[in-house]
């Protein structure tokens, strides 16, 4: 049984930082591509970051590149989304995901198999 627990969200003022955790646990995590997604009120649920078992391939959506930077710690099972220049329009609930296949190109939420249950994040402007 697979089970994905974020953390780290919270309450952050525009142009601050913040930065989510993912610990899996219950699977072989070293085998998985990870990616975060984020979904907002309203809102479909939206591909940010993936990175590949190796930590040798991450792939973006424009709208983050730049400021948001995924990476993992085999050793530790966890994923982790450093966060940069918060803006209001990044709140949202944010969900790491996992997928055993080996491509980072996974945009779209059926790719992945696992998924947490989410940490908010707001960003006040």
């Known amino acids: 049984h697979v089970q994905l627990v974020e953390s780290g969200g919270g309450l952050v003022q525009a142009g601050g930082s913040l930065r989510l955790s993912c610990a899996v646990s219950?699977?072989?995590?070293?085998?998985?591509?990870m990616g975060w997604f984020r979904q907002a009120p309203g809102k479909e649920r939206d591909f940010l970051a993936a990175?590949?078992?190796?930590?040798?391939?991450?792939y973006y959506a424009d709208s983050v590149k730049g400021r948001f930077t995924i990476s993992r710690d085999n050793a530790q099972n966890s994923v982790y989304l450093q966060m940069n220049s918060l803006k209001p329009e990044d709140t949202a609930v944010y969900y790491c995901?996992?997928?055993?296949?080996?491509?980072?190109?996974?945009?779209?939420?059926?790719?992945?198999?696992?998924w947490g249950q989410g940490t908010q994040v707001t960003v006040s402007s």
């Open positions: 219950g699977g072989a995590f070293s085998r998985y591509t």
């Open positions: 995901a996992a997928r055993l296949l080996t491509s980072v190109a996974a945009r779209h939420p059926g790719e992945y198999a696992y």
């Open positions: 990175i590949n078992w190796s930590d040798r391939f991450t």
